[in-house]
């Protein structure tokens, strides 16, 4: 082959080259983007409870995420963003991610626990949390009382009118933090819930 066809069969390899990976780079630039769930659950804690938990030694923290902020009338609210999932809440099914964590003590008994990987269940209208060191999560919270589902476009919200504790959570901390404490349906607070449905 001549110097000459060679420098063409080159050059027409190259242009061929070029043009696929331009066309690829095309597919990739438009393809779309996919869009994560956003939201936050807002866990409000009573002045009641609040009351009762301190006077027993019991103080909850907030970890990073979650976003705390205070009302001398209403108690402690506690704001935790939605990280992921799938959920329709007036059907009742599918799943929701939150961030942040709950950290548990006793100052009495210096005991503690602590909760990552918090989780709603709309299957089963329940709040979970893995404890560190720990696999297998606790369900710890129930949402009860009036529940209102409401739908505006893609956001979906939930409000009740009662935050319980939940058998298993009660169990788990009483046994962690070395206290009686903890009930199964002692009323914590209340519960909102903002959710859009990632695509």
Same mark, same amino acid.
């Given at each position: 082959?001549?110097?000459?066809?060679? &420098?063409?069969? %080159?050059t027409?390899?190259?242009?061929?080259?070029?043009?696929?990976?331009?066309?690829?780079?095309a597919?990739?630039?438009?393809? !779309?983007?996919?869009?994560?769930?956003?939201?936050?659950?807002?866990?409000? =804690?009573?002045? *009641?409870?609040?009351?009762?938990?301190?006077?027993?030694?019991?103080?909850? @923290?907030?970890?990073?995420?979650?976003? !705390?902020?205070?009302?001398? #009338?209403?108690? @402690?609210? #506690?704001?935790?963003?939605? *990280?992921?999932? =799938? %959920?329709?809440?007036?059907?009742?099914?599918?799943? $929701?991610?939150?961030?942040?964590?709950?950290?548990? $003590?006793?100052?009495?008994?210096?005991?503690?626990?602590?909760?990552?990987?918090?989780?709603?269940?709309?299957?089963?209208?329940? @709040?979970?949390?893995?404890?560190?060191?720990? #696999?297998?999560?606790?369900?710890?919270?129930?949402? %009860?009382?009036?529940s209102? @589902?409401? &739908?505006?476009?893609?956001?979906?919200?939930?409000?009740?009118?009662?935050?319980?504790?939940?058998? %298993?959570?009660?169990?788990?901390?009483?046994?962690?933090?070395?206290t009686?404490?903890?009930?199964?349906?002692?009323s914590?607070g #209340?519960?909102?819930?903002?959710? *859009?449905?990632?695509?």
């Amino acid at each position: 082959m001549s110097r000459t066809r060679a &420098r063409l069969a %080159a050059t027409g390899t190259a242009v061929v080259l070029a043009v696929t990976g331009m066309s690829g780079a095309a597919v990739a630039d438009t393809a !779309p983007a996919s869009t994560p769930s956003t939201g936050s659950a807002v866990v409000n =804690s009573s002045t *009641t409870f609040l009351k009762d938990q301190a006077l027993n030694g019991i103080v909850v @923290i907030p970890l990073p995420t979650a976003a !705390p902020s205070y009302d001398s #009338t209403t108690g @402690i609210s #506690t704001t935790f963003p939605v *990280t992921g999932g =799938s %959920a329709n809440l007036s059907g009742y099914y599918g799943d $929701i991610d939150l961030g942040g964590g709950l950290l548990f $003590i006793n100052v009495f008994t210096g005991k503690s626990a602590t909760f990552k990987q918090l989780h709603f269940s709309v299957d089963s209208w329940q @709040i979970s949390g893995v404890p560190v060191g720990g #696999t297998a999560p606790v369900v710890l919270l129930d949402p %009860a009382g009036d529940s209102q @589902i409401g &739908r505006n476009g893609a956001v979906q919200t939930l409000n009740t009118s009662d935050l319980q504790l939940d058998a %298993a959570g009660a169990e788990y901390l009483d046994s962690k933090l070395k206290t009686s404490f903890f009930k199964a349906g002692q009323s914590v607070g #209340t519960f909102a819930l903002t959710f *859009t449905q990632g695509s």
